[in-house]
C-alpha cells in the first residue's frame, strides 16, 4: 500500500468514531515490534459497506476489513516494521465506501482517546 494521505481527499466523519486499543500514539522500542493495530468502529449501520485504513505517520500501510463480533464493528491490521520510526509514531485510521469509485474519497472518523 504506502501511499501518503495526502494522495487522497479526506473527508471528516463527525458521527462515526474510533476507539483504537493502543490509542493514537504507539512507542516503538527496539526489539519490540507494535505492528497489530486493533480497534472498534462505533456509528457505523452496515460495517460490509465500508473498508478500514491504518495510516503510521502519514503513510497509508495497512487494510483491514470491517467485521461484526458480538454486535460491535472492529477492524485489526497488521502493519510492516517499517511502518514505524524509532520513538513515538501517529496512527491513523481512515475508512473507504465499497465498492470503490473514482475519484477515491476516505474518511477520518473521530478518535475517541482511551
Not at 501518503?4 to 473527508?11: A, E, G, I, R
Not at 486493533?38 to 500501510?61: F, K, Q
Amino acid at each position: 500500500m504506502d501511499r501518503p494521505v495526502t494522495d487522497f481527499q479526506v473527508q471528516v466523519l463527525e458521527d462515526i468514531q474510533v476507539k483504537l486499543d493502543s490509542g493514537s500514539k504507539v512507542e516503538a522500542k527496539p526489539g519490540v515490534l507494535p505492528a497489530m493495530v486493533h480497534g472498534r468502529i462505533i456509528g457505523v449501520e452496515n460495517g460490509s459497506e465500508w473498508m478500514a485504513l491504518v495510516a503510521s505517520n502519514g503513510i497509508l500501510r495497512a487494510v483491514s476489513p470491517v467485521i461484526k463480533i458480538d454486535d460491535q464493528y472492529e477492524v485489526m491490521a497488521l502493519l510492516p516494521e517499517q511502518a514505524f520510526n524509532e520513538g513515538t509514531n501517529k496512527v491513523e485510521l481512515y475508512l473507504i465506501k465499497i465498492p470503490v469509485k473514482n475519484p477515491v474519497n476516505i474518511f477520518l472518523p473521530r478518535l475517541l482517546e482511551n
